[in-house]
């Protein structure tokens, strides 16, 4: 081939390398990847609409109120200087908060040498009741606030000194017969009672049970079994439920009609309410000797006992006895 040939042939391919470069620009700049206004091949609808979502708002800068939020409808304020306490909405509750503020508390604790009195007193009766129940134990001595007749906590509800739902509350509540437990149940029915024989065996060892036997046997259960053995025939054995225990003594030791209120048998309805413990102990017509040496012993573990005559040498304090008094 000639040289002139060959020369034509060079010239025209540099002639089209350089009129498609001219047409089409350089090959990076057609890439996809570096085209900003090209769509990526992977994105899609979808992305342009996380990105736009993605565009961050603009922050509020308006400060929080923390202020603590004011009920508009308690109306009730404490007027004493240098309280801080929020409005009420009753004015009973006003009343007991007023209370907090006073050097002399309404109750106080009548157990001899108990310093709950005066500015350490409570503002409440609930109060002085659960300190009464956990601070104290039946052979607590108390003095009567209107006779200043010295009681046992379990004969000073008998005597009834307070309002009687002050003492029925505390003559109804029961607490473990074991020193320094302060579990407790209150007797509604026999069912309630037998918490505290379920407590005996589960929260207190045999080891420790052994050790105030004496005591346990004192205050109507036993040691090994956490039964009640009757403390006037004990070699019958130990009853598991209390209301064995009752059935057992109206069977045996109680005298008296089958029904509270009728005095005749066939006068009284088989599902009478007066056919029940407590009804019937008011009842009795005669008292056997036996029975009042283990009366204490007997109310340990039957609240209702109290309602059986063997209590007759306890007065009962009532109103006209305290103004008679003087």
Not at 25 to 53: F, L, Y
Not at 127 to 156: Q, V, W, Y
Not at 253 to 265: D, E, I, K
Request: glycine residues 6%; hydrophobic residues 25%.
């Amino acid at each position: 081939m000639s040289f002139k040939k060959r020369h034509r042939l060079t010239e025209g391919r540099q002639n089209s390398s350089r009129n498609a470069s001219l047409h089409h620009g350089p090959m990076e700049s057609c890439s996809p990847e570096w085209t900003s206004s090209s769509r990526s091949p992977r994105q899609g609808p979808d992305s342009e609409r996380i990105e736009a979502n993605s565009v961050s708002e603009p922050v509020s800068t308006t400060a929080i109120d923390t202020s603590p939020v004011v009920d508009k409808s308690a109306i009730h304020t404490c007027d004493i200087d240098g309280c801080s306490s929020r409005p009420f909405k009753r004015r009973v509750d006003l009343n007991r908060h007023k209370k907090t503020h006073e050097s002399v508390r309404e109750y106080e604790c009548s157990a001899l040498g108990c310093n709950r009195v005066g500015a350490k007193g409570f503002q409440r009766e609930d109060k002085l009741i659960d300190h009464m129940l956990a601070g104290h134990d039946d052979e607590t001595i108390f003095t009567c606030p209107r006779c200043s007749l010295n009681l046992s906590m379990d004969l000073i509800t008998i005597h009834r000194p307070w309002s009687p739902s002050k003492c029925d509350k505390i003559a109804r509540y029961r607490t473990c017969s074991m020193p320094r437990c302060s579990f407790k149940v209150y007797f509604r029915k026999s069912e309630a009672m037998d918490g505290l024989i379920s407590h005996l065996l589960e929260k207190h060892d045999l080891k420790q049970r052994n050790h105030f036997a004496n005591l346990l046997r004192q205050r109507g259960y036993d040691a090994q079994t956490g039964g009640i053995p009757c403390p006037i025939c004990p070699a019958i054995g130990c009853f598991l439920t209390h209301k064995d225990f009752y059935e057992h003594f109206m069977q045996v030791h109680f005298h008296g009609p089958v029904c509270g209120f009728h005095y005749h048998s066939e006068s009284c309805p088989p599902n009478c309410y007066s056919r029940g413990f407590r009804a019937r102990l008011s009842r009795c017509t005669m008292m056997p000797d036996e029975v009042k040496p283990h009366r204490r012993t007997i109310l340990r573990v039957w609240p209702d006992f109290s309602q059986y005559r063997v209590w007759d040498d306890i007065e009962r304090c009532t109103p006209s006895a305290d103004n008679s008094r003087g």
